[in-house]
């Protein structure tokens, strides 16, 4: 019961945070400077056709008026039409919306499950000449910047050894009869390694040394010790209960690694020329298209703040201190 | 006297600080007979919860066990190799924390944790697991239905049962409690001990009560060894070692604690000074800085003399240790030392 509670008001919040950001959207592209029209209405245009075109996207209205239409408009899901592209914006973020998401997950799973993994065996293992020659070598790759390490790896396994191919999802004249189809094959598979390693490289550093000093911390706890006192076995001690327990605030920066890479993928999108939203974003704002780079602001926002709840949930189910307060 | 279920001889601990060693137990020596309940006192750092955990040979990184045996059913426990001593853990000496609530695994049911140790170490099925683990509940007097709840639903008195429980599992010879009532309040701590003595008495455990707190050991022990700084002051019967003890150290502790009952029976009298810093201990008898009863032959190391079979006190002048006791009694005799 107090779990619908407890879920009912963190999703309050979630609408609060929601239609703030919705809110600072709005605002932000109408206080930067230039006419957003300007990309639209060619300059040989009357004043009058001008005008016409200004009233037909609603801009002649105050200001009060055009975030009601536009609060309204969103609610019904409608994101605006692209200047740029002179079509929907919701149909172009739906397109590039799950080229982002496999990048970010795929290799934000990489990375996890091997910094989890090592950073319980660096823990177990301190003070040993693996520890001592690893550290340094996470934190080198923690200093990495993500566009440099994706320019390594294209120099490396796609123009020299030509193992990967160097952009984009597909090879060129591809055919797919389906998205699912796209995703599950070999030609997609192999555009994705690369710019999927860049990120979970640069990734794996956090859930590492994170887990590593969690880790440290919770082997000094008593019920540890009491596992040992009991005459479990060095895997029980060390994976059921040292583990278990040192995983917690790692689930947590899951999410929030989430939100961070969705930046991150801005930088390697670009670099692999990824079709994503990063990518399309970056574009976007630099040729003045202002709802397409406003719908895909919102998009990410919507995404980190989706994740900041799974990580909620995902926190009292692990851990039964929270569910059961 | 039967042959004692566990006999420690000479027992060493010491643990690495930088490059130097503390010796915090230093030679320590008593017998824990069979069905009793043998009470481990001293003050913080004289090396008891030290010796505790050296039984269990689950002992902090930077310790190590130095020297000495630690005889258990015919086995050398200080000797034996670790797959051996394993085995041993928690089916034959089972352990009661001082603090159930960090002992226990905040993020495993309480059932869980009993089912663990039942199913790993008792070789149980989850079935019988689970009967063994309702009948455990019942014998430590919680409702079976609480077993599926996690540590931090149980209060704190609640906790230390379930970790009697826990102790309990597998019907071990022996159970080492450190300071199992120290972190409850007055009420709670009786109703604990008087659980544990019952269980004790019924199941025919042998206990060792590791605490700081005479009147705990006063209220529930047979046996005590005193502590202090490393070694044995003195060890035997509860009559032996706080009703007449031999050793000065003891005679103090003895004016220093009001007992469990509630009686006031007049002024507490405290004995002055700290124990000695163990990196580096005074040459001599260790409880000589403080001791109203320090002749100059206390400066060379005191012997283990036993004044009644069963009764080694480490002291110079345990032989007159009938008039010292006189001299103990009164207040006089520890203010005039400060």
Known sequence: MSNFKAVGSRLLQLAFVLWAVVTILFLMFRLMPGNPMAAYIDPTFTLEQQQQLMAQFGLDKPLWQQYLIYLGNLLQGELGQSFRYRAPVGERIFELLPNTLILTFSSLIVAYAFGILAGAYLAWRRGSWVEQAAIPMVLTTRAMPEFWLGMVLLAIFSFSLGWFPAGGTRNPGAEYSGLLDLYTSRDFLAHLALPAATLAIYSQGLPLLLMRSNMLDVMKEDFVTMARIKGLSNWTVVVRHAARNALLPVMTSFAIAVGYQLQGNVVVESVFSWPGLGRELVNAVAASDYPLAQGAFLMIALVVIFMNLLADLLYAFLDPRISHA | ?338
């Open chain 2, 1 to 338: 006297m039967t042959e004692p279920l566990l006999s420690v001889r000479d027992l060493r601990v010491s643990y690495q600080v930088g490059r130097n060693f503390v010796h915090a137990v230093d030679g320590a020596s008593f017998d824990i007979p069979r069905g009793s309940i043998t009470g481990l006192v001293g003050e913080s750092g004289c090396g008891k919860t030290t010796v505790a955990r050296a039984l269990t040979r689950v002992i902090a990184d930077n310790a190590t066990i130095s020297g000495g045996q630690i005889l258990f059913d015919g086995k050398d426990l200080a000797k034996i190799p670790e797959k051996e001593m394993n085995a041993l853990r928690w089916r034959d000496i089972a352990f009661i924390p001082q603090s159930a609530m960090n002992s226990l695994d905040p993020v495993y049911t309480v059932e869980y944790q009993l089912g663990e140790v039942l199913r790993r170490r008792g070789g149980m099925d989850r079935k019988q697991a689970r009967a063994r683990s309702e009948e455990l509940f019942d014998m430590v007097g919680i409702d079976r239905g609480r077993l599926t709840d996690y540590p931090h639903q149980f209060s704190g008195g609640m906790r230390q049962r379930v970790a009697i429980a826990l102790a309990l599992a597998l019907d071990p010879k022996l159970i080492i409690a450190d300071e199992p009532v120290t972190a409850l309040d007055v009420i709670v701590q009786r109703q604990i001990l008087d659980q544990l003595k019952e269980l004790q008495t019924r199941l025919g455990l042998s206990v060792i009560l590791v605490t700081h707190d005479i009147s705990v050991v006063a209220y529930i022990c047979d046996r005590t060894v005193v502590m202090y700084a490393g070694k044995v002051a003195e060890s035997g019967t509860m009559q032996q070692t706080l009703t007449a003890p031999s050793h000065p150290y003891s005679m103090g502790l003895r004016n220093a604690f009001p007992d469990l009952q509630g009686a006031a029976s007049g002024i507490l009298t405290p004995i002055e000074g700290a124990p000695p810093n163990l990196a580096n201990p005074p040459a001599g008898c260790r409880f000589r800085p403080r001791c109203p009863f320090a002749l100059d032959l206390c400066g060379s190391e005191p012997p283990v003399i036993d004044v009644a079979p069963g009764h080694p006190v480490l002291c110079h002048r345990a032989s007159e240790s009938e008039n010292l006791r006189i001299e103990a009694a009164k207040t006089e005799t520890w203010m005039a030392r400060a």
